[in-house]
């Protein structure tokens, strides 16, 4: 049991917590990416109600939050090869406005979309260089993100419509593209690896299309990424 004590000295005891379980049923990528959004609208941890314009800032702690740089969900499936069966879901910002992306372990390149502008100078000792800069993905969400924190409740809405879409497209093509390079990974693995990239780098390009459409009708788009 775990026990805490108040300052007048009343002991609080809680059932002890186990360090893992096993669900009734097999889990999906929309189980955990549910739990990794949720803020606890409508139950007893949300005393101010849904309808506070920003399901952020309460006295309780969230998983997902403006605080939240990226949110990752592995899937790793053993009947398959590493580099197709081990899948990262990636969300970046807050994943309650940004969809799961998925990205094989094997895939040859990463999108150039997602490129942080580094100088190299800049991780030497002392260095003055500037810090790294995000690239136009993280830069894109990031301003979707804000936008829809200034009215959570009333324009959740309509970015989780468009969030749940692009992931739906991703989910119902994994099958049919992963039986397409798993034929193609037993006589040419390099060519595999190319075919993931490039269904990476259309996920990537559908996504920022997305962010920069609403953002572009918010009016909250960053300089230069209309």
């Not at 009215?151 to 119902?172: M, N, P």
Request: contains cysteine; charged residues 20%.
């Amino acid at each position: 049991h775990t026990c805490s004590y108040s300052v007048t000295g009343v002991q609080t005891c809680a059932l002890p917590i186990s360090f893992s379980v096993k669900p009734k049923r097999r889990l999906t990528v929309a189980d955990i990416s549910a739990v990794l959004r949720d803020h606890y609208e409508h139950t007893p941890y949300d005393p101010a109600g849904y309808t506070e314009k920003t399901a952020h800032k309460r006295h309780t702690s969230t998983i997902c939050g403006p605080w939240t740089n990226t949110s990752s969900i592995f899937q790793l499936r053993s009947n398959m090869p590493p580099a197709i069966g081990t899948l990262w879901w990636l969300a970046f910002r807050q994943p309650c406005t940004t969809p799961y992306i998925p990205f094989h372990f094997g895939m040859k390149e990463t999108p150039e979309e997602m490129a942080f502008q580094t100088d190299p100078s800049g991780f030497a000792f002392g260095s003055t260089a500037k810090p790294p800069e995000p690239g136009p993905l993280y830069t894109a969400l990031g301003d979707l993100a804000e936008w829809t924190n200034g009215d959570y409740a009333g324009r959740i809405g309509r970015v989780s419509a468009l969030r749940d879409a692009s992931e739906k497209v991703s989910v119902d093509f994994l099958k049919t593209f992963e039986s397409f390079i798993l034929r193609e990974w037993k006589h040419d693995p390099d060519a595999a690896r190319e075919q993931m990239a490039r269904y990476s780098r259309g996920v990537v390009a559908r996504t920022l299309h997305d962010a920069r459409m609403l953002s572009s009708v918010s009016g909250t788009a960053s300089p230069g990424a209309r």
